[in-house]
Every structure is written in structure tokens, then in C-alpha cells.
């Protein structure tokens, strides 16, 4: 009876979908607020400013139109100064240090300090996207959810890449793109089954509450289009695809070369942001479209409708003001302003094509809408999610082959040229590779000089082999001993298998042999300052359990023997330390008194 009682107690896999139900649900929600402030500040601001200073009228009047963004960066200033450090910027790259380097644990006013920062700062015309922000208002409650359930590790990272896979789901109307974009950029493409199943479950879930307010509908609509001649498009597409790559790098470039020169203007920091929507403001007197997420231009030129010339200024003034606005402080993603660059790449690309060969090309617009996916792909390094998006915003086969092949072959050229995405830049910086994880990172904080075993035994080259038995028979634990010559410097390394062939003999021949004659001269050596991750890659590249620490490898005076254990033991020292720290930061977010 007992037995048969305890197959209905729900299993760790079913509460944990059960739990994501939950955040599929509030995800949702926080989508349909956040959609809807975002509206009603550009009704407000934007639209009503537009009215208020007359703008459409032209003339002077259109000098008046830096003042709408510049207003939502004034109002941006309170929060800024009370919450310093939480709002200004771009956010994803935080977010993700957060997720993957520290455990996970965000407070929740992030989700309300998002909102509204970003909603003042693309609802006033500043040009940056949503869905950045989205992915870490669904994240942030999924922390909030492991937290209230005192998970930690792997399991509070699911939960909050399942909150950013019901943010992305929900706000594109795309539950798969919203799985995918958990699992390539929250989770680094590091996912399991059982969370895949929670990514699953919490981006259908958001759908479905999203569909019900909104319709479904996306964010921006994206016609159908039909491949003319296959022979003759894929190798455009292929051509464009390259060309997506190399600008993508290009953003990314500019994106962290403004980003820099801001950091660096010396003026109040409150002030830098009022600066960068004057200037947002000054390009879009010329060019209107690159204020705010530019979804309704990009709708023309989706249906074809885009003049070249200004398609192609676009591109550059989109990236410029796009490095601008999140340079310079504003608060939103970079993942609308991506869509919108790839749309306008593709459209200048498609018209010039369709130009030259009308009869054997598809309109424009079905290079804007592959533009799209492949800009996008190659600026996040995510092509499955750029892939599935696409699919999911046209429902279309046909364009879905050439927009497979660009977005990979996008993704290719732009790893190629920079293997960093717009999200990993600054770690790359820091010396850290985000992909390999927390527990890479940590192997990568941590120096040889700090898990050395410092007291070693040596022999001299001249020493002969019964000199080296006598040392191999008091040694305690170390099988490798270091050979110096007579400046103490080290030549070789020698070990018990390097005796074994003249162990047999009699103490008069292993009298006349030397150490040096039998040692290994090509020694593999670490210094201090090599981190505990270069020594495991060694150790595991050789095969062996020891490795000498020389000062340096010009002075190959040995410090110390470091040993396969000294660096799991100093490993699990520093996830111990970590896990005891996190607990604490945990305890006191719970008990902020």
C-alpha cells in the first residue's frame, strides 16, 4: 500500500514542470504589463510629443524633436540615482554574468526597474528593443520563484532561462524561438533534457496567456514569400549572408567603441544619457525610422516598399544610434535594433538583386524578411533562435530553407571575424569565456602559485640511479622528481618508470649509471601565475598526475610540484567558499532587515 502511495507523490521532473507552469504564467503577465506601459509612454511621449511640438508641420519645428527622447532620460535620472548601477545600459550581458558566474539570485525590483526604465526609454523615441529586457523580466521572476524555493545551481538556472524562454515566447508570439533563445543564449546551449522539458513548458504557457490578451498576432508581421528559382536565389542568399556577417561585426565593433568613448566623456554621469538622446534626436530629424524599435518601417520594407538609399543609410544610422542610446546610458536590448538592421540590409540587398534579375528573383522583401534571421543570428551567435523565430513569424516553408543556410552561414563569417557575440564582449575582456560555464570560470580565477605543494625533493643530474632508489624509497607520495644541474636550475624530470628497465641490475652497474643519462629533458612546466584551468588541460592532455612549477620559464628555478589533487581540492575549496557566500547574499535578499 505504502509503495503503490508513493508513485503519486510527484517526481523532482514533475514538480519542476509544475513550477515552470507557474513561471510560464507570470511570465506572461509581466509580458502583457510591460507591452502595454511601453505603449502608453510612446502614446504619451512620443506620439503626444510629436502633436505638442508640431513636428509634422516641418521647418523649425523639427528641431524640436530631440526634446522627446531627451524627456524620458531626464525622467530616467530618479531611478538612476536610487537604484545606481541597475538601469542604465545594456542589461543582457549583467544578466547573464548573473546567471551563468554568480549563481543567479536577482532581486525582484529588477523586474519593476526594467519596465519602466525601458518603457521611458523607447517609449520617448530612443532607439533600442524590448525583448532583451523581456528575457530578464521573465529571468528575474524566475529567480524569484528558485529563491522562494531555496533551489540553487543548475535548478536556478532553469527556472530563470524558462522565465526569459516565456518573456521572448510571449512577446514574438513564437514559443519555439522562445525555447531556443533560453537554451543558446541564457543557457549557453548547456541544457539537459529534463530542463529543456521546463523551457518547453513555461514558453507554451506564456503563448497562450499572451495570445489571450493580445491576439496571435506578433510584435510585426511578416508576409509570405515564395522562392523564385532556386538555383539562381541560394547563392544570393548565401552572398547576403556574408554580407550580414561582416556587418554584424562591424555592430558589435561600434556598439562597445561609443560605448568606451561615453564611459570616458568627462561629464556627470546622470547627464551622459540626456546627451546621447539629443543626438538619437539630431539623426532622427533626417531619418525618423531609427527612433524607438522601428517596427513600422520595417513592415514596409517587408512588403517591399523601402527606397534604397534609404535602406541603406539606415543600416549605419540604426547601429549608430542604437550604440548611442545603450552607450550612453539609456535602458533597453539590442535585439529589436538587430531585426531592424537585418530587415534593411536585407531590403537594399533584395532590391538591387531583384533589379539586375526580375524575372528570377522573389521581391525584396523576402531578402528583408532573411535578412532578419541572419543578422540576427550573427550578431548573437544564436542561429537556431533566429531560425525558429523566423519560421514562427512567417509560418512559411519555402523561406525558410534560404533562411536556414543565411543565418548559419552569417553566424559562421562573424565568428570568424570576432568570436565574441554583442553579449560576451565583456568578458572576453575580462579573460573569461562565458560558453565554458561557472565551473571554467572558477578553474580560471584561481592561480597555480596557490595550490602547489612547495616542499620537493630534487636530484642532481650527476646523482647516480642507486642514489635515486634510495629517494624513490623515502618518497611519500611524489613518483616525479625534478633534475637540476649545478646552478640548481631545473633540466629534466625523471620518474619510477624511467628506472624500471635498469632496476634488475647490480648495485655496481646502477652505481656508474646517472640520472641525468635516463631523464626526460622535454619537461612540461606551469609557472604561478598559470591558472588551475591551463594545468587541467595539461594534466589531461599527457595523461599524468604531477607537474613541475618552475619562477619562470626563462628562470626554471622549481617552486613546487602541483599535483592532479592539489587542483581539485583547491577547486571544490573555491566552489565551497562560493556556495557558502551565495547562501549568505541569499539570506540577507530574503531578510533585507
Known amino acids: 500500500m505504502k509503495r503503490n502511495l508513493r508513485k503519486l507523490i510527484p517526481g523532482e521532473n514533475t514538480r ?50 530631440p526634446l522627446i527622447p531627451m524627456s524620458g532620460m531626464v525622467l530616467l ?33 529588477s523586474i519593476f526597474l526594467k519596465i519602466i526604465s525601458t518603457a521611458l526609454t523607447i517609449g520617448t523615441g530612443n532607439s533600442a528593443g524590448v525583448e532583451g529586457p523581456i528575457a530578464q523580466i521573465g529571468g528575474a521572476m524566475g529567480s524569484q520563484v528558485g529563491q522562494f524555493f531555496r533551489v540553487s545551481g543548475n535548478r536556478m538556472k532553469v527556472y530563470i532561462a524558462a522565465g526569459a524562454a516565456g518573456g521572448i515566447a510571449g512577446m514574438f508570439n513564437a514559443p519555439i524561438a522562445g525555447i531556443f533563445f533560453a537554451a543558446e543564449i541564457i543557457l549557453l546551449g548547456t541544457y539537459e533534457i529534463s530542463s529543456f522539458g521546463a523551457l518547453v513548458t513555461a514558453s507554451a504557457i506564456s503563448t497562450v496567456v499572451t495570445r489571450a490578451y493580445f491576439g496571435e498576432l506578433s510584435v510585426f508581421v511578416i508576409p509570405k514569400y515564395n522562392v523564385v528559382n532556386h538555383f539562381v536565389e541560394l547563392p544570393l542568399y548565401c552572398l547576403l549572408a556574408v554580407i550580414v556577417g561582416f556587418i554584424a561585426v562591424l555592430h558589435t ?9 561615453y564611459r570616458l566623456l568627462p561629464i556627470h554621469p546622470q547627464l551622459k544619457p540626456i546627451t546621447g538622446a539629443l543626438l538619437v534626436g539630431i539623426i532622427g530629424i533626417g531619418f525618423p525610422q531609427v527612433m524607438g524599435d522601428g517596427y513600422e518601417f520595417m513592415e514596409q520594407v517587408l512588403y517591399g516598399d523601402g527606397l534604397v538609399r534609404v535602406m541603406f543609410a539606415l543600416i549605419f544610422l540604426k547601429i549608430i544610434a542604437t550604440a548611442i542610446t545603450l552607450g550612453s546610458g539609456g535602458a533597453g536590448g539590442v535585439f529589436a535594433p538587430a531585426l531592424f538592421i537585418g530587415s534593411m540590409i536585407g531590403g537594399t540587398f533584395g532590391t538591387l538583386v531583384h533589379r539586375w534579375l526580375p524575372t528570377m528573383t522573389a521581391n525584396s522583401g523576402a531578402y528583408a524578411a532573411v535578412g532578419i534571421g541572419a543578422f540576427l543570428a550573427a550578431s548573437t551567435h544564436a542561429p537556431m533562435t533566429a531560425i525558429f523565430l523566423l519560421f514562427e513569424m512567417t509560418g ?6 534560404p ?8 553566424t559562421i563569417v562573424a565568428t570568424k571575424l570576432n568570436e565574441d557575440s554583442i553579449d560576451t564582449v565583456d ?19 584561481i592561480r597555480v602559485g596557490a595550490a602547489i605543494t612547495e616542499d620537493v625533493d ?16 623515502q618518497a611519500k607520495s611524489s613518483f616525479y622528481f625534478p633534475v637540476i644541474d649545478m646552478t640548481g636550475q631545473m633540466t629534466g624530470i625523471v ?19 646517472y640520472v641525468g643519462n635516463i631523464c626526460h629533458r622535454d619537461v612540461i612546466t606551469l609557472t604561478p601565475d598559470d591558472t588551475l584551468y591551463t594545468a587541467m588541460q595539461l594534466f589531461d592532455l599527457k595523461g599524468i598526475e604531477e607537474i613541475p612549477v618552475v619562477e619562470t620559464l626563462e628562470n626554471r628555478w622549481v617552486v613546487g610540484m602541483l599535483k592532479r589533487r592539489n587542483v581539485i581540492a583547491a577547486y571544490n575549496r573555491q566552489v565551497l567558499k562560493k556556495g557558502i557566500s551565495e547562501k549568505v547574499g541569499s539570506i540577507r535578499v530574503a531578510n533585507p532587515d
Open 253 to 261: 565593433k561600434i556598439f562597445y567603441l561609443i560605448r568606451d568613448k
Open 396 to 401: 512559411n516553408y519555402r523561406i525558410i530553407v
Open 77 to 109: 535620472i530618479p531611478l538612476s540615482l536610487l537604484f545606481p548601477g541597475e538601469v542604465n545600459g545594456y542589461g543582457l550581458p549583467k544578466f547573464l554574468r548573473k546567471v551563468n558566474l554568480e549563481g543567479g539570485y536577482i532581486r525582484a525590483r
Open 495 to 513: 620518474s619510477m618508470s624511467d628506472v624500471k628497465n635498469i632496476i634488475h641490475r647490480d648495485s655496481s652497474e646502477r652505481s656508474s649509471e
Open 16 to 65: 519542476m514542470l509544475a513550477i515552470a507552469t507557474f513561471i510560464g504564467l507570470m511570465a506572461g503577465l509581466l509580458n502583457i504589463l510591460f507591452r502595454t506601459v511601453v505603449h502608453w509612454v510612446e502614446i504619451f511621449f512620443h506620439q503626444g510629443g510629436i502633436e505638442f511640438f508640431r513636428i509634422e508641420d516641418g521647418g523649425w519645428h523639427l528641431l524640436l524633436l
Open 427 to 445: 568578458f572576453s575582456r575580462e579573460g573569461i569565456n562565458i560558453h565554458e560555464g561557472r565551473e571554467v570560470a572558477i578553474m580560471k580565477s
Open 403 to 410: 533562411a536556414m543556410l543565411a543565418s548559419i552561414i552569417g
Open 458 to 473: 630534487f636530484i642532481s643530474e650527476e646523482a647516480n640511479i642507486n642514489q635515486l632508489l634510495e629517494i624513490f624509497s
